[in-house]
């Protein structure tokens, strides 16, 4: 008996350590919130207006990378709108290339990415034209986009923060209403690869949409109301999107429970199999 309730714990405790996501900074005290990663930290954006903790309306700020949920499927582009495409040549030096129109460039994190030039260049949400943004299919239902941008050049967090997210069921309207605005929850300061691996990378950004309202199609528009502000530039450069559900899973299947959820599940097992283990003795 001692044995199998072990093993139990033990299998609780890797389900958890399996499903935890990167620290956040819990605020001014952490002593994490000015540790800059090119030139930006969680107090450049409480600068920018921000409130950073780990509360539901905060921006969750961590100086690591993003790491992939079970699930996770890149978007397909179905309306690139795009102006350019590009080629990463230098990760730590943030050199690219122009390169031909590609239609499967921005399906993947390859670094080769697409670029959309805004027409909102103002903070009213009432001037975003989301249907002119690259437009992607995310493959099932999602409340939450995670972006992988590409910088190619400073300064930060401004020019990886450059694009507004929009989630819509209608990708094909060009009415406003049929759009549903996307905030900024998350960023991981070293982006999707570590700093000493890649610079060009920026910081991964996660969208949300409040109330759990999910939908299939996302469009991320070069500038518009949510890019970070001052302006230093009209467009973005974005390797790959994918949609995630309101647990934080990818849409593509396999959500990661919550883990308090995993928590009570394990312990659960074990009290079930420490129930088995009495009747048998009895």
């Known amino acids: 008996m001692k044995t199998n309730l072990q093993f139990c714990l033990a299998s609780a405790m890797l389900l958890l350590a399996h499903s935890a996501q990167a620290a956040f900074i819990t605020g001014p005290a952490d002593p994490d919130y000015n ?139 060009t009415s406003l209403a049929d759009w549903h605005l996307a905030l900024l929850d998350q960023v991981y300061l070293q982006g999707w690869e570590a700093d000493n691996i890649s610079l060009a990378d920026g910081f991964t950004t996660v969208w949300k949409l409040a109330g759990g309202a999910t939908f299939q199609y996302v469009s991320l528009q070069g500038v518009g109301s949510q890019a970070l502000q001052p302006l230093y530039g009209n467009e973005d450069e974005i390797d790959a999107v994918a949609g995630l559900t309101a647990e934080g899973g990818g849409v593509g299947g396999g959500t990661i429970p919550e883990p308090g959820s995993l928590a009570l599940a394990g312990l659960g097992l074990v009290a079930l199999t420490y129930s088995r283990k009495r009747k048998s003795a009895d």
């Open 35 to 173: 540790t800059a990663f090119q030139g930006a930290s969680a107090a450049t954006f409480a600068g920018l207006g921000f409130t950073i903790g780990t509360g539901s309306t905060d921006l969750k700020v961590s100086t690591g990378t993003y790491t992939d949920p079970s699930g996770l499927i890149f978007g397909n582009m179905i309306d690139a709108n795009a102006t350019a495409y590009g080629t990463t040549t230098g990760k730590l030096n943030y050199a690219y290339s122009i390169d031909a129109a590609n239609v499967a460039y921005g399906n993947s994190r390859d670094y080769k990415w697409v670029q959309n030039t805004g027409t909102n260049t103002t903070t009213n949400t009432a001037d975003d034209k989301p249907w002119l943004g690259t437009i992607w299919d995310l493959g099932g239902q999602a409340n939450q986009a995670v972006v992988f941008p590409i910088v190619d050049h400073g300064p930060l967090p401004q020019e990886v923060v450059e694009y507004t997210v929009y989630l819509t069921d209608t990708p094909n309207s």
